[in-house]
């Protein structure tokens, strides 16, 4: 082999660097000390130190500098194992080869300070920061553009605003990075109003140009003010400026328009882009699951994975996610196993989004397994399961978890968040269990220091309200230190149609007209109410104020999915390409169901006729011609899924809890409040719900 120079040899050492590869590093070192022996001098010594350090190994980074005579060391061998240490998360370490630097009398030079500033933000140091100022100003070296912003970047990010601006005011020159680092720390620290000020000027100072990263921070800044127009002036500003073919840049709107639920423009963008990324495909999907599209979700991840897109951590949990609130569990199950091949299955975030999925697909067996299978757990994995168990009606299970949770018997044990408590709230509800709910209630702030919110009173309400102390739930309403908000008066309009009040549910009822006057349910849940007390004139009378100020009844439907198809229902609905075969099973049910001593619930027939009509009109509801489908279409044994946006009525619930055990099937319902398991005349929310 020829003769390597020094210079060469410093070559090969670059390259492992840069190729991240500590294979090739020692190889390179070995080549080193084969062609000059161990008494290296200082540049390649210093070539040495820096790949260790970056290669993030520490501890031959620190047994070459021990073996480099002191001499040898320099302000760049030095400044090489701050950086190195920085780049790859030792920032202590970092901070005590600076120590180190000093006692030997090396001062830091223009590239120390950056990474300096940098291990003071990472650790959170303020204090540790203005140090690094003090020096940097003693040494005359803050005025070098480089070592202001990332002291300007420290304060932003250690919340030291003032101060970041005091800095990034006396610079005497501001480069783009500056420029972005400002913006970006604007909308980091909640600004986003300010951070449109600072992309404004630097557009008008015309010092520098943006980029694309500027432009990126600015429709961050949009979003999170939602500032559609400052956005779409932008859009027009990029095109004018051609800039309208740079990929980041159209991801940056495709995100900024989705957040502003303008998916069609979102949608537009998309479409006209000559070249995708994964990173398109993934803020494509993410505005769709955003914005409560599910399906469409679903249907662009199958489209990117045909046009060969390879699956993150991130495209699978979003689209996980879209199955989680379409109830879609093969889908999801065929997602899993794309997790799995993708060797991505154990990843904290597509591992919570199955915990998710799985709990809000009604499958606690699979939600479970999700679970006990992560190797680590975030606070986010509890919460699903406890959600999962809550809406399950395992509220044991739900509230055993909590206390698992909180007693610190796991190696994964966090602290419950604002987001456990409604989960945990919401089991206490379901289960009926009064006294525990308000002991865990009371424990948010006195415990936790968490200050209940909306979510959390309302859960209260309907703890109260479903366990009959309907009076009481209005009187905890009453004394309430927040105004009461929808979901709030809804629970108690609940609880008092569950428990026949009319007279309480006719003032929460009134509070949910003057908050949300067009919402139809509002006036229907009142109108029932009156209907199952009997009170003819005054439920006809809710129906005639809904007519008179042109509100309309939303419609109800259940769905199933049979073979990758979704099939629709609606009441009474006859257009079913199979309806002839749905209507001879409803028949036969109804024939099974009388012969075995079902009697139907009609109290809250809509209409004041004969009971036999009554009979024929809750016997048309959308989830019994949904399962009559489900019957004919899916094989035996196999479980029937039904999701309806409503909530289920309590003689369709009487009534599939008496199919369940006619026909030996599994069946489960998802309505817009709970799930219902229903096994052999039994349903896992034990009649209370």
Known sequence: MPFLSPKSLASLVESAVSSRSSHLGRAAHAQIIKTLGLALEAFLSNHLINMYSKLDRPDSARTFLSLTPAHFRSVVTWTSLISGNVQNGHFASALTFFSTMRRECVQPNDFTFPCLFKAASSLHS????????????????????????????????????????????????????????????????????????????????????????????????????????????????????????????????????????????SEKVFEKMSERNVVSWCSMLAVYEQNYMGEMACGLFWKARRAGVEPTDFMLSSVLSACAGLAALETGRAIHGLAVKACVEENIF????????????????????????????????????????AHQGHADMALKLFKEMTNGKDTDVLVPNYVTFVCVLTACSRGGMVKVGMKIFESMKEKYGINPGAEHYACVVDMLGRAGQVERAYQFIVQMRIRPTISIWGALLGACKMHGKPELGKIAAEKLFELDPQDSGNHIILSNMYAAAGQWDEANLVRKEMKDVGIKKGAGCSWISVKNSVHVFQAKDTSHSRNAEIQAMLAKLRKDMKAAGYIPDTKLALFDVED?????????????????????????????????????????????????????????????NRFHCFVDNQCSCGDYW
Request: glycine letters at 8%; aromatic letters at 10%.
């Open 350 to 389: 597509v591992g919570s989004a199955l915990v998710d999925m799985y709990g809000k697909c009604g499958s606690i067996q699979d939600c479970e397994r999700a679970f006990f299978m992560m190797p680590r757990r975030n606070l986010i994995c509890w919460n699903a399961l406890i959600g999962g168990y």
């Open 126 to 265: 303020p204090v540790l920061g203005q140090q690094f100022h003090g020096l940097a100003l003693k040494l005359m070296l803050i005025d070098d553009v480089f070592v202001a912003c990332s002291a300007f970047d420290m304060y932003s990010k250690t919340g030291f605003l003032n101060d970041a601006n005091k800095v990034f005011d006396e610079m005497p020159d501001r480069n783009i990075a500056t420029w972005n680092a400002c913006i970006s720390n604007a909308v980091l620290n909640g600004k986003p109003r300010e951070a449109i000020c600072k992309f404004v000027q630097l557009l008008r100072d015309g010092e520098v140009a943006p980029n694309s990263i500027s432009f990126c921070a600015f429709l961050n800044a949009c979003s999170d003010g939602a500032f559609l127009t400052q956005g779409k002036q932008l859009h027009g500003y990029l095109i004018k400026e051609g800039h309208e073919a740079d990929v980041s840049i159209l991801n940056g709107l495709i995100d900024f328009y989705g957040k502003c639920h303008e998916v069609g423009l």
């Open 612 to 672: 036999e009509e009554k009979e024929s009109e809750v016997w048309c509801h959308s989830e019994k011609i949904a399962l009559a489908f489900g019957l004919i279409a899916l094989p035996p044994a196999v479980p029937i899924r039904i999701t309806k946006n409503l909530r289920v009525c309590v003689d369709c619930h009487s009534a599939i809890k008496f199919i369940s055990g006619i026909v030996r099937r599994e069946i489960i319902v998802r309505d817009n």
